[in-house]
Every structure is written in structure tokens, then in C-alpha cells.
């Protein structure tokens, strides 16, 4: 039970203008499609005297939508350094100038016809998206409790599921989504970002990284006296001034330092694994086939958008679930758990889509494999992913840590978004043995190289891979435990 109602508060704070950005943005830009490829042609036409070709539009509205990724990509090189100069909770409370930036810039779009002014929106909106992916998890795995450190750092997959929801509802033409509505649609998540700073200024700093970072114990032990109420704070002190003492005198390091370091190897190998599979297991694919496969199952055109809020329902619900059961289940069980239950499901699904037309009753399977697919997603992959880069890197890793996993998983949606429309074509109602392939592989490498992080402190975390990094070596002169180093520090 939480000593304090300030940790859910500062959950809430950190997440509603965090990851929930980032999903929302994700599924906003759905519903205008037709209405704002209109309006680039109207655009064009009225400069030019000329319509636009449907190869231009096509180019120009994958540029507006590739323009995400590619902000959401430089999002996650500057959230490190961002996170290591001017601390965690300032840094989600200086990324909401980018949204609030792209929010003027979409809002206003159509008064000053001007399509780039989306495409630039877009791109702000990713660093955005970027820069909250990798430094909310950070800054509340930082500040939670050890007991409740996996639960806390998931609620960054259920703000994102909550996000992708509440922007499927906002976009629907009764709300936002009509041909009208559509600059207020896009210009919406500037008021998510506008709760954000409102609220997070009243709650402390990371306690870990004003002790670590800034060397400031008196803010810690503050900061942690507020987030954790009344309890003892003895045994957490005591455990960060161990840490504080093994990184005595180092810096803050850099990605390619991490590469190149022997004694990161497993780390750095088990976040690309994982980072990479969180977006090439085919998941935010399932979303390009669903509304094709609700019309197929006879839903009318005009319900399917209503249909599909419950895809974005199913990993919510996925999610949440997920946050009451990774501190007792653990990271490993949910992870493998769930790429073993997608691989299957892939196979079900290959199968149906390629049955769709001679049995009646396919189109039915080929939805619940849908949500199927989607559930077992977010119930391991989506949020213990993110969780993982805090719990296997140290204070000073940790900043590039979350860089190296955020450009792996901005590269992967770009991949995964320009190479789907070529999968489908070249490999028809097999498109998804890409996908099959990957959650097999990652599965295998969780099974047999991921050790369990559940319940253990960072060093102790730290010492598990230590030993997998230089098994068979001579370990002269390397830290030895946690023992020996409160030893020198208490």
C-alpha cells in the first residue's frame, strides 16, 4: 500500500502530458486523413493554378506522417543529455514547448494555407513524443519505491494506451474528426501539455538523481520524504549512497561508450533486442488491417471507427492489467508470455485472412485474432520494454541507456511504416511470417539470456549481469557487492 497519495499524483502529472502524448498524436492524425490530403490539393491549387497528381499527394502525406518518427527519433537524442543537465522532471516540463509549438502551428494551418505548417507540426509533436518516452519511465522508476518500481514505470504504457483511446474518441466526426473540426482535432494536445505544467512543478525531483546526479542529499532525503510520507527511509537511503559510492568520481556516459564497454554487454544487447521487437512484432500493424477486416466481417463503413476505439480498449485494458501483476509476476514470465502468444496468433491469423473468402465464418476469426494479438501485446511487450533500460543500467548509464532504446524504437516505426504496404503486396495474406519470425526470436532470447529483475535493488541487478559479462574471467578489481561498498560509505 502507498505511504502517499503524492506517488500516484506525480504518476498522473508525469503522464498526462508524457506517453499519453505520444499515443494520442499517434491516432489523431487517422480520422482527418481525406480532409486534410483535400486540403493540400485546394492549397496547391490555389498557388499554382494546377491539382495536385495522386503520386504527389501520396509523397506529400507520407512525408506529413513519416515526419513523426523522424521528430520522435531526435526526440530521443536529445532526451539524454536533456535528462542528465537539467534533471528529469524539468525535462518533461520544458518538452511541452515542442507540443504547444506544433499545436499553433496545426491550429493555424488552415487560416494561413499552409500545408507545411502540418508537416512541421508533426515533426515537433515527435520530439515531443520522443523526449517523454525515454524520460517518464526514468524519472518514476526513479522515484518509486523498490517493491512497486515495475508497476510504477508501466503506468508509461498505460498512459499511451489511454492517449491512443481518448484520441480515437476525440476523432470521431461527432467530436473533432469532421471536415470542420480537423485543425482543432490536431491542435488538441496542447491541452494535455497545458495540465502538465500546471500540475508537475508541485511535485519533487527523481530523489536518485538529485543524490547521484547533483550530489544533493538534503533535496533526496526532501524529496523522498514527500513521495514516500511517513516510512522509514533508512534502507533506500542507505541503498542509494551505495550506488552514489560505486560511481564515485565518473561521468555521465555517452551511447557509444555503452557499446564499447565489456561490462554492459548483456545490457546493451537485451535493450536492442527488446527495444527493436517492441516495434517489428507487427502490433501497430494490426491496426492497419483492422478496419479491412471489420468491413470483411460485414460491420458497416459508417460503425467501423466506433470498432476500432475498442482495439486502442484492448491494450488500456492490456496495460492496466499489466501494472497490477509485473511486481508479482515478474518482467520475465510477462515478456515471454506475451511473444509466445503473438507468434501463435500470427499463425491463426495468416490462416484465416487467407481463408476470408471461401468460409463464411473466417472474417469473425480474423477479428478476435485482432484483439487477441493487441491484448497479448500489452499485457508484457508494451510496458515491461520500457521498464527494463532503468533496471539494467546504473545512474550514469542509464540517460544514454534510454537513447540508444528510443532511437532503435523511432527507427523501427519508420522501417516498420514505409516497408508494411510492400509486405502486404509482395506476400499477400502471408504479411505477417516477418512479424512471426521476430516474436519467435525474441522469445528464444528471453527464455535462455534474461535474468528475472523483479524485487532487486539496482546494484544488485547490476552484479547478476556483472557475472554474465565476465563468466569464465578473473574478476580482480571489479566492484564485488553491495556489502563491501556501504561498508566504506556508512
Not at 419 to 433: D, T
Request: charged share 15%; net charge positive; proline share 5%.
Amino acid at each position: 500500500q502507498l505511504q502517499s497519495k503524492v506517488l500516484i499524483l506525480t504518476i498522473c502529472a508525469a503522464g498526462i502530458g508524457g506517453t499519453f502524448q505520444y499515443g494520442y498524436n499517434i491516432s489523431i492524425i487517422n480520422a482527418p486523413t481525406a480532409y486534410i490530403q483535400t486540403f493540400m490539393n485546394q492549397t496547391w491549387l490555389e498557388r499554382t493554378g494546377v491539382p495536385l497528381e495522386s503520386n504527389v499527394l501520396l509523397l506529400l502525406w507520407s512525408l506529413t506522417v513519416s515526419a513523426y518518427p523522424l521528430g520522435g527519433l531526435v526526440g530521443a537524442l536529445v532526451a539524454g543529455p536533456m535528462a542528465i543537465v537539467v534533471g528529469r522532471k524539468m525535462s518533461l516540463l520544458l518538452n511541452n514547448v515542442f507540443v504547444i509549438t506544433a499545436a499553433l502551428l496545426s491550429g493555424f494551418s488552415r487560416m494561413a494555407k499552409s500545408f507545411e505548417m502540418i508537416m512541421l507540426s508533426r515533426f515537433f509533436t515527435g520530439v515531443n513524443a520522443g523526449v517523454s518516452m525515454n524520460i517518464q519511465p526514468m524519472y518514476l522508476a526513479e522515484s518509486a519505491p523498490k517493491k512497486l518500481r515495475g508497476a510504477v514505470a508501466l503506468t508509461s504504457a498505460s498512459f499511451t494506451a489511454l492517449g491512443l483511446v481518448l484520441g480515437q474518441v476525440v476523432g470521431l466526426r461527432e467530436l473533432l474528426g469532421g471536415e470542420e473540426s480537423w485543425p482543432f482535432l490536431l491542435a488538441s494536445n496542447a491541452v494535455p501539455a497545458l495540465i502538465q505544467l500546471t500540475a508537475l512543478p508541485w511535485f519533487p525531483e527523481s530523489p536518485r538523481y538529485l543524490l547521484i546526479d547533483r550530489g544533493d542529499k538534503e533535496s533526496c532525503i526532501s524529496a523522498l520524504q514527500k513521495l514516500r510520507g511517513s516510512s522509514d527511509l533508512s534502507a533506500e537511503l542507505e541503498e542509494m549512497l551505495a550506488e552514489q559510492a560505486a560511481v564515485k568520481g565518473q561521468r555521465a556516459k555517452n551511447p557509444w561508450e555503452l557499446f564499447r564497454n565489456p561490462a554492459l554487454r548483456w545490457q546493451v544487447l537485451s535493450v536492442v533486442v527488446l527495444s527493436s521487437a517492441m516495434q517489428l512484432c507487427g502490433n501497430d500493424s494490426m491496426y492497419f488491417y483492422a478496419a479491412y477486416v471489420f468491413r470483411e466481417a460485414g460491420i458497416p463503413q459508417d460503425k467501423i471507427p466506433y470498432v476500432v476505439i475498442g482495439t486502442g480498449s484492448c491494450e488500456l485494458i492490456a496495460s492496466v492489467t499489466c501494472n497490477t501483476i509485473i511486481d508479482y509476476a515478474g518482467r520475465r514470465p510477462l515478456l515471454l508470455g506475451g511473444y509466445i502468444f503473438m507468434a501463435g496468433w500470427a499463425v491463426v491469423f495468416m490462416v484465416a485472412l487467407s481463408q476470408q473468402a471461401q468460409i463464411s465464418w473466417m472474417p469473425y476469426l480474423s477479428m478476435a485474432c485482432i484483439f487477441a494479438y493487441i491484448l497479448s501485446f500489452g499485457i508484457g511487450p508494451a510496458g515491461v520494454t520500457g521498464v527494463l533500460p532503468t533496471e539494467v543500467f546504473d545512474q550514469l548509464s542509464r540517460p544514454a541507456a534510454y537513447m540508444i532504446c528510443g532511437s532503435l524504437l523511432w527507427f523501427n516505426l519508420f522501417l516498420v511504416g514505409t516497408a508494411f504496404p510492400f509486405i502486404v503486396k509482395s506476400l499477400g495474406h502471408f504479411c505477417y511470417v516477418p512479424f512471426l519470425v521476430v516474436c519467435v526470436c525474441t522469445a528464444l532470447y528471453v527464455g535462455f539470456f534474461l535474468p528475472e529483475t523483479k524485487g532487486k535493488s539496482f546494484l544488485e541487478i547490476s552484479e547478476e549481469f556483472k557475472k554474465r559479462n565476465f563468466k569464465g574471467r578473473p574478476r580482480a578489481g571489479f566492484y564485488k557487492g553491495p556489502e563491501e561498498i556501504k561498508s566504506t560509505v556508512l
